[in-house]
């Protein structure tokens, strides 16, 4: 499956966005899909995930209760609704794919810049 994020820009801290991950290949609804962020200087974080099967999702700590993530099988989409943004989520974010059984998120996008203002 191949990937393309879309959506990031430059937000005032409170303020929203919506990232897109635009995938291909058939099998689609089949994968669990992730939400990936890095900051400068520091390591990458998981910031969310929706399972193939029955769409439920689970969250970074530092994002539960602002952001939320859903998925369209039928547009081959995955979406990230950013609310409530704050300066500290400012970093690259990455959508990924891993197929249910797997352990590691083996495909990922090219990755869409957030930068939240003070």
């Known amino acids: 499956v191949q990937l393309q994020a879309s959506g990031g820009g430059l937000v005032q801290a409170g303020g929203s966005l919506r990232l897109s991950c635009a995938a291909s290949?058939?099998?689609?609804?089949?994968?669990?899909m992730g939400w990936f962020r890095q900051a400068p200087g520091k390591e990458r974080e998981f910031v969310a995930g929706?399972?193939?099967?029955?769409?439920?999702?689970y969250y970074g700590n530092p994002v539960k209760g602002r952001f939320s993530i859903s998925r369209d099988n039928a547009k081959n989409t995955v979406h990230l609704q950013m609310n409530s943004l704050k300066p500290e989520d400012t970093a690259v974010y990455y959508c990924?794919?891993?197929?249910?059984?797997?352990?590691?998120?083996?495909?990922w996008g090219q990755g869409t810049l957030v930068t939240v203002s003070s």
């Open positions: 290949g058939r099998t689609f609804s089949s994968y669990v």
């Open positions: 990924a794919a891993r197929v249910p059984t797997g352990n590691t998120y083996d495909f």
């Open positions: 929706i399972n193939w099967s029955d769409d439920s999702t």
